[in-house]
C-alpha cells in the first residue's frame, strides 16, 4: 500500500513573530501529528523576531528527523510570511496554523479527509477553543474565560458553506493559490486573510468550516485586563468594519445590535466585565456599521428633513400667511 496514494502531502505553514516561548509547544504538538509523518512537512517562516525563535526551530529541526521542521525568515508582514511559506513548501494541501495555538494530535488527518470528503471545498477552517492558561479572573464568567472567541451561540454542529475562515486553522488546497492568487501583502491586522476569502468566493470558490476540526487557542490572565480586552474589542472594531467592507460583507444591521444587547445583558446578568466590555465593542461596531453601510441614505435623509424644517421657518417669518415651502423635489433625490 502506497502512502503517496493515501495520504496527499501536506505542508503546515506556521507564521510567527517573537512568541518563541509559545512556538516550541506549538511545534511539539504539530510534529506528534496522527498523521504518517512522512506524508507533511512543518515550514515556520519568522516574521523578523527579535527573540530566540530561531534557535526554537533549530533545536525542534534537530530533534525530530520526520516531519521535517524548516526555518525560513521573512520580514513584511503575516501574509507576506504565509506567501513565503507557500512558496517554499510542497503539499497539495496547505495549512496555517498560529503560534498561539496548540494542535489536538487529530487536527490534520480530520483536515485531510474534510477536503477529501468535499472535493468541491477550496479551504476548510476549523474552530477555536479557548485553553485560559492560569486562574480566571472574577469579572469573567465560566463561559467567556473558556469560550472567549465565541459566546454568541452554542457551538455549530455541522460543516457549513461560510463566507471567510478563521486564518489560524485553516486547510487549503494548493491549486486554490494557482487559481486565486496568493495573500495581500499590503494587508496586516483584522481582515488580512479575509480578502483572500472574498477573492476566492468571488472566483466561485466554496469555504468550509466545520466543528469536527478545531484547535487550541493558548490565553492567559492578562488577555482578560480591562486594557486588553476595552483594545481587543472595543478599539479594534474601525479595523474590523474596514475588513468587513474589503470582503463585501452585507449583514443586516439588526442582528449586530440584537448581537450587542446579548452580550450586554450577559455582563449585567452575570456580572461579566468580559460580557459587558465585548457589548461595547459590539455596539460601536453596530454603530460604524451603520455608518457605513446606510451612510449616504442617512445624509440624504437628514438634509431633506433639514430643508424642509428651515423652508418651514423661512415661510412662517413672512408678512403674508404662511405657506409651507416644499423643497424641491429634484434635490431631494440627489
Ligand atoms: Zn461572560
Not at 460543516?159 to 496568493?182: M, N, T
Not at 481582515?191 to 468566493?201: C, K, L, M, P
Not at 437628514?302 to 415661510?315: E, T
Request: proline share 4%.
Amino acid at each position: 500500500m502506497s502512502h503517496s496514494s493515501e495520504y496527499p502531502l501536506v505542508s503546515i505553514v506556521v507564521p510567527t513573530r517573537n512568541r518563541s516561548g509559545w512556538l516550541g509547544d506549538c511545534l511539539t504538538t504539530l510534529v506528534s501529528q496522527d498523521y504518517p509523518a512522512e506524508r507533511y512537512e512543518i515550514v515556520v517562516v519568522d516574521d523578523g523576531s527579535t527573540d530566540d525563535t530561531r534557535k526554537v526551530v533549530t533545536e525542534m529541526t534537530a530533534r525530530t528527523r520526520s516531519p521535517s521542521v524548516r526555518y525560513l525568515c521573512h520580514s513584511g508582514g503575516v501574509n507576506a510570511a504565509r506567501n513565503r511559506g507557500i512558496a517554499a513548501s510542497s503539499g497539495s494541501i496547505v495549512g496555517f496554523i498560529d503560534d498561539d495555538e496548540l494542535a489536538p494530535s487529530q487536527l490534520l488527518g480530520v483536515a485531510v479527509k474534510l477536503l477529501t470528503d468535499n472535493p468541491s471545498a477550496v479551504a476548510v477552517g476549523g474552530e477555536y477553543r479557548s485553553r485560559l492558561e492560569g486562574k480566571r479572573p472574577r469579572f469573567a464568567c465560566t463561559n467567556c474565560a473558556e469560550n472567549y472567541k465565541s459566546i454568541r451561540a452554542p457551538r455549530e454542529t455541522r460543516s457549513a458553506i461560510v463566507d471567510d475562515l478563521p486564518g489560524g486553522c485553516v486547510f487549503l488546497r494548493r491549486q486554490a493559490f494557482e487559481k486565486y492568487g496568493l495573500f495581500a501583502e499590503s494587508l496586516s491586522g483584522p481582515g488580512d486573510d479575509s480578502e483572500w476569502f472574498r477573492r476566492t468566493r468571488e472566483g466561485d470558490g466554496t469555504l468550509l468550516q466545520s466543528p469536527e476540526l478545531w484547535i487550541w487557542h493558548r490565553m492567559t490572565e492578562r488577555d482578560f485586563l480591562p486594557g486588553s480586552l476595552v483594545k481587543k474589542h472595543v478599539l479594534g472594531t474601525a479595523n474590523l468594519v474596514a475588513a468587513r467592507q474589503l470582503m463585501g460583507w452585507e449583514s443586516g444591521v439588526g442582528d449586530e445590535v440584537m448581537q450587542a444587547l446579548r452580550f450586554l445583558g450577559h455582563g449585567l446578568r452575570r456580572r461579566c466585565v468580559v460580557g459587558s466590555v465585548r457589548g461595547l465593542g459590539q455596539s460601536a461596531l453596530a454603530v460604524r456599521w451603520i455608518q457605513v453601510t446606510h451612510g449616504k441614505r442617512w445624509e440624504n435623509q437628514r438634509s431633506s428633513v433639514l430643508r424642509s424644517v428651515m423652508s418651514a421657518l423661512a415661510a412662517s417669518r413672512l408678512k403674508k400667511p404662511a405657506r409651507l415651502v416644499q423643497p424641491p423635489l429634484q434635490e431631494e433625490k440627489r
